[in-house]
């Protein structure tokens, strides 16, 4: 009997991971990148757990008691026990399904700035268009490295959500959150509004997902502000919350 | 499901124990489908929520890796006899724990994968200390975690070198003193027994069965670590970090405890700790030396696999000897003794 829980269990478990992969939620809590490795880490224990029922129903007379696998059984009693806590996860998952951090892990909680990596990518000229898309990681990399660069002088668009600004400044920010290896991690990047009597964060639970357009101000994005440029703002719409939710 | 086996003298009658736990577990399930609605209600405070998402996040990156270290733990089992371990590591106490301790270089991926293969070489005979010295080796100088932190330091390459002496070092020094210090009862009997299958089973049955195993033992473990470990997530207070900037004493102190409470997995942790700009790199290698060493998750799972009287002797060993060998590591290799961000 304890042997059925105890795969059903990791059926469970292994269950729940593959359909994370296939219906795209593990993107709230991993990055892309690995739910192949979820994927195969649902799938290899499925295998195990059906492999342990096949053979505990090929072999029902193990079940007598011989003197090896009483003390198998006896050992199995002991896993059981805190091994139900892998339902708990599992449960979570499949009953409440925890959402994407959003803007209250920005304001509330995470004690980390955004990572600053000043490489070749932030000195390149930006892509073509007449306001391109870019990352807000993206964004306040290219300022850190140079102040001056071609973000000032030619208008952007960014996605994100609304925040109200971190003090001491006051106003509004556009912020999103970076993840590197899961939820865990998260830490928020923001690009602050000027032009702001147009828009305020309003209270509430959902995040307001924004697209805007501007140009940056010259010399704004350096040590000095914390890394957070302003941006002149020339155009701002509502926009829907994009999948995946998190930046890379 | 089972036939009632025929009681005889001297063999127990299948019994069908408590309200099994078949029982209990449907009956849970039902509970929580009908309540439903209020369950996800009372989550919608945003502290419970991000909570809930941390968690979630943490136990679903760490499977993975635990998954594996269980499945080469199953593999040593049922592949790797005694007498090659035995013909592979040098005969001298102290080199063995050496040449394990290199041998972490292997095993990349999550601490959580290096417990398991641990326990599974502390059964085949390998010395304790040596065992020791490639779990805490492996989290932490694996060429993934190494390249991790070059990328997430362009800057201070090297950063990389500290990392990796610090950590080897402290995995040789605590696989030292263990092997020289510690009294035989510390690391109890039932982690040293081998796999409970019994003979004739092919290897590949005794491999499946071990990893299995395995996994149900760790697996409640890392769920309870990783709820610590969010709730610390959620609760450190951001002002905590920003007002170490100009204290280094302070600063390693605090970071060395962040690495044990956040419990980040040692492929992340180089990029969260390099935004950290304002700290000296001081602090910031402590993290990253301290947090593969000793953390939430790890207790978590020593204790399930070794015992709390190991968890309880080998997590304060780690941390002072990480710590230790952290602070020396950056004296000498970092510009400056990584006094300065």
């Known amino acids: ?248 | 499901m089972t036939p009632a086996a025929p009681s005889s003298p001297g063999m127990r009658a299948a019994r069908p124990g408590p309200p099994t736990s078949l029982a209990m577990y449907g009956g849970i399930l039902v509970v929580i489908i009908v309540f439903r609605d209020t369950v996800v209600a009372l989550f919608d405070v945003p502290l419970l929520r991000r909570a809930s998402t941390v968690f979630v996040a943490v136990c679903v990156q760490a499977m993975p890796f635990l998954l594996l270290g269980t499945l080469l733990s199953g593999a040593v089992a049922a592949f790797a006899s005694p007498e090659l371990l035995h013909r592979v590591l040098p005969r001298r106490r102290s080199l063995a724990v050496a040449t394990a301790g290199a041998a972490g270089v292997v095993l990349p991926g999550c601490e959580c994968a290096a417990v398991p293969v641990a326990r599974r070489l502390v059964g085949h005979g390998v010395p304790d200390g040596a065992a020791l010295a490639f779990m805490l080796a492996a989290p932490a100088v694996n060429p993934i975690v190494l390249v991790a932190t070059a990328v997430a330091f362009p800057q201070h390459p090297e950063m990389v070198a500290a990392r990796f002496v610090g950590s080897l070092a402290t995995a040789v020094g605590v696989g030292l003193l263990w092997s020289r210090f510690a009294r035989p009862g510390w690391l109890p009997e039932r982690a040293r027994r081998a796999a409970p299958v019994p003979l004739g089973r092919s290897r590949w049955s005794v491999f499946a069965e071990t990893a299995r195993h395995d996994l149900l033992d760790a697996g409640g473990f890392l769920v309870l670590g990783a709820a610590a470990a969010a709730a610390m997530n959620v609760l450190v207070p951001p002002e905590l970090v920003d007002g170490l900037a100009g204290q280094l004493v302070l600063g390693v102190a605090v970071m060395a405890v962040l690495a044990v409470v956040l419990a980040l997995c040692s492929e992340a942790d180089a990029f969260v700790v390099a935004s950290l700009s304002a700290l000296p790199l001081l602090p910031r290698l402590v993290f990253l030396v301290v947090g593969p060493a000793v953390d939430l998750k790890l207790v978590a799972l020593q204790t399930g696999t070794f015992g709390r009287g190991f968890a309880a002797r080998f997590a304060p060993l780690s941390f002072v000897v990480a710590l230790g060998c952290a602070v020396l590591a950056g004296l000498v290799l970092l510009p400056t003794g990584g006094t300065l961000p």
């Open chain 1, 1 to 248: 009997m304890k042997q059925d829980a105890d795969n059903l269990l990791l059926l469970l478990v292994g269950g729940v991971l593959i359909k994370m992969v296939v219906d795209g939620t593990s993107l709230r809590y991993v990055r892309p990148g690995f739910a192949p490795v979820l994927l195969t880490a649902g799938l290899v224990i499925v295998v195990l757990a059906i492999v342990a029922i096949v053979r505990h129903l090929r072999t029902p007379d193990d079940d007598a008691g011989a003197p090896p696998e009483d003390e198998h059984a006896s050992h199995g009693a002991h896993a059981p026990r805190i091994a139900w806590l892998l339902a708990v996860p599992a449960l979570t998952i499949l009953v409440i399904a925890p959402p994407a951090l959003g803007s209250d892990a920005v304001e509330a909680g995470t004690p980390r700035p955004a990572p600053v990596v000043a490489d070749a990518l932030a000195t390149a000229a930006l892509p073509p268009g007449d306001a391109p898309r870019l990352t807000v990681t993206d964004l306040v990399a290219r300022m850190a490295a140079d102040p001056t660069g071609p973000a000032t002088t030619h208008d952007v668009s960014l996605e994100g959500f609304l925040v109200p600004a971190r003090s001491p400044r006051t106003g509004t920010d556009l912020a999103r959150l970076v993840i590197s290896c899961c939820a865990a991690d998260a830490s928020p990047v923001r690009v602050h509004l000027a032009a702001t009597e147009l828009l305020a964060p309003t209270p509430g639970d959902r995040d307001q997902w924004v697209l805007v357009r501007g140009r940056v101000v010259h010399g704004t994005g350096t040590r000095d502000d914390g890394y957070v440029p302003t941006l002149a703002v020339t155009a701002i719409e509502p926009v829907a919350a994009p999948d995946p939710v998190y930046e890379y």
